[in-house]
């Protein structure tokens, strides 16, 4: 008798499929961590809380609250340590060192074993969608397709786990036909298990969100959140969770600039604590790069916000206020130009709090000459106005001399 061998992404299929027809929903009791048969070795510090472990929204998936956002990484090692801790989500994008990133991760997960961790990467559908608009039908298709297969080759996997619409900076795109297309697509053939957008642009950060609502093809928000966010941002992520979305919050340190902390608490450390607190937050992807940055951010698993931690992070604002932007969106529509001030100052974050020029240029470099800072340079107009006190002027013409 011949014995019918089915692949990875047929099975993830024909479960996904059975699942649905039966109307089944894992709770909270019946999830497990990729990891559940294989527990991971947890080399806390002694006294220090295991890692931690949470639903992410309704998917079935059990994610360490503590995840691994690999978008700077270039040591596979801290990888392998952090699993080696109990983190089991990792996340990744189509663009993300030009696709090293990716190889850089399909290495470690095939080395590690594929089904022990969950994967997530990320592609733009429009790639120049402010230059040419008439073409955003076209292009959403192919730059989707294309930016899929390129990542499921470099990761060496047939599927991911998360599949996410990268970095959502209007609200029409949500509900966008080719994308919703895209996503029942790319399910049905079990190249992503689930789906969902990221978010970081706080001019349309809640009507995105209240547009991916109304849409049952995604299962996954993966925003900005830090304890400086408006207060309008953790409402609608709150609003998103009792729909029954997965919560992964990102930019989780506050532009993770380098400030005086004290013998025993960071300010990084007590950020990532803040978020980690909100029960509306499934996990956190903080960007690590070398095993220090790896220690901080896994003790922050199952810890408590304490006075001490407070205190601290108003510190470590007070002395970043002048450069650190909130992202509360106050100063939209103050320019008469238009420049995304937003985005220009995110490129800034990268290269002063990250200490990596390179991202902060990439940033810069993907506005257009129309949106980005070089109507600064000769601009003496005082209409561009931070509530929080930046000097939106001095840092626009700081970002085109380090940048353009």
Not at 101 to 109: D, F, M, P, Q, T
Not at 139 to 156: H, V
Not at 210 to 232: G, H, R, T, W
Request: some cysteine; hydrophobic content about 40%.
């Amino acid at each position: 008798m011949t014995v019918q061998r089915m692949t990875r992404r047929e099975f993830i299929v024909e479960v996904g499929l059975k699942a649905a027809g039966a109307g089944l929903m894992l709770n909270e009791l019946q999830a497990l961590p990729a990891n559940a048969g294989e527990q991971p070795t947890q080399e806390k510090a002694k006294g220090s809380p295991p890692m931690a472990y949470r639903p992410l929204g309704k998917t079935g998936l059990m994610v360490s609250t503590v995840s691994f956002g690999v978008m700077r990484l270039q040591e596979p090692a801290v990888l392998f340590k952090a699993i080696d801790l109990g983190i089991n989500y990792f996340d990744t994008a189509h663009v993300y060192q030009n696709g090293n990133n990716e190889i850089l991760l399909g290495k470690v997960a095939k080395e590690y074993g594929r089904t022990r961790i969950f994967i997530a990467s990320k592609a733009q559908p429009f790639k120049l969608w402010k230059e040419v608009p008439d073409k955003l039908r076209d292009m959403a298709k192919k730059t989707l397709d294309q930016s899929l297969e390129e990542s499921l080759k470099r990761l060496q996997t047939d599927y991911l786990d998360v599949f996410f619409i990268h970095s959502v900076d209007d609200k029409s795109w949500p509900l966008n036909e080719e994308i919703l297309a895209f996503i029942e697509k790319i399910k049905k053939q079990g190249k992503a298990r689930f789906a969902g957008i990221s978010i970081h642009e706080p001019d349309c950060y809640v009507e995105v969100i209240d547009q991916v609502l109304k849409s049952p093809l995604y299962d996954v928000i993966l925003a900005s959140l830090n304890f400086k966010s408006p207060p309008e941002h953790g409402e609608v992520l709150k609003k998103a969770r009792k729909a029954g979305l997965g919560i992964i919050a990102m930019k989780t340190q506050a532009g993770g600039y380098q400030s005086a902390s004290t013998p025993s608490v960071s300010p990084h450390q007590a950020a990532l604590t803040w978020v980690l607190e909100k029960d509306y937050v499934d996990c956190a992807i903080p960007g690590m790069v070398n095993m220090e940055q790896l220690a901080e951010n896994t003790a922050a698993a199952g810890k408590k916000l304490s006075w001490s931690d407070r205190k601290v992070l108003s510190g470590y604002y007070h002395s970043v206020r002048d450069r650190y932007c909130t992202m509360c969106g106050a100063c939209s529509g103050t320019c008469s130009k238009g420049i995304r001030i937003n985005t220009v100052n995110r490129a800034l974050m990268y290269c002063e709090g990250y200490g990596d020029a390179a991202l902060g240029r990439e940033t810069y470099r993907e506005l257009s000459s129309r949106v980005n800072a070089l109507s600064c340079v000769g601009c003496s107009s005082q209409s561009c106005f931070c509530v929080n006190g930046i000097q939106i002027a001095q840092r626009m013409k700081r970002a085109h001399n380090l940048f353009a």
